[in-house]
Nanobody, 117 residues
């Protein structure tokens, strides 16, 4: 059974920073992609960033590029999202996902990030 558990959300003022962490368990993720998505109320789920578990390739949405950094610790099976220069429009539930061959198969429950203006 695969489990993805997010932590690190909270309330922050605009311009501030937060670090989200995703603890992954239940299988080896060699060859998989670990990613962060977000969903604000009344909107569709949106891709934020992804990292290839077996290498160093990273991918970012245009809206967060230069402000957010995704990183991983293969030994600890964690994937972090470092968020800087946060904006009110970054407010959302952030979800961790694990995927392979173009499909995200496993999802966490999410952690709330609220950015006040």
């Amino acid at each position: 059974q695969v489990h993805l558990v997010e932590s690190g959300g909270g309330l922050v003022q605009a311009g501030g920073s937060l670090r989200l962490s995703c603890a992954a368990a239940g299988r080896t993720f060699s060859g998989w992609t670990l990613a962060w998505f977000r969903q604000a109320p009344g909107t569709e789920r949106e891709f934020v960033a992804a990292i290839y578990w077996s290498g160093t390739n990273t991918y970012y949405a245009a809206s967060v590029k230069g402000r957010f950094t995704i990183s991983k610790d293969n030994a600890k099976n964690t994937v972090d999202l470092h968020m800087n220069s946060l904006k009110p429009e970054d407010t959302a539930v952030y979800l961790c996902a694990a995927g392979i061959e173009g499909t995200y198969k496993y999802w966490g429950q999410g952690t709330q990030v609220t950015v006040s203006s």
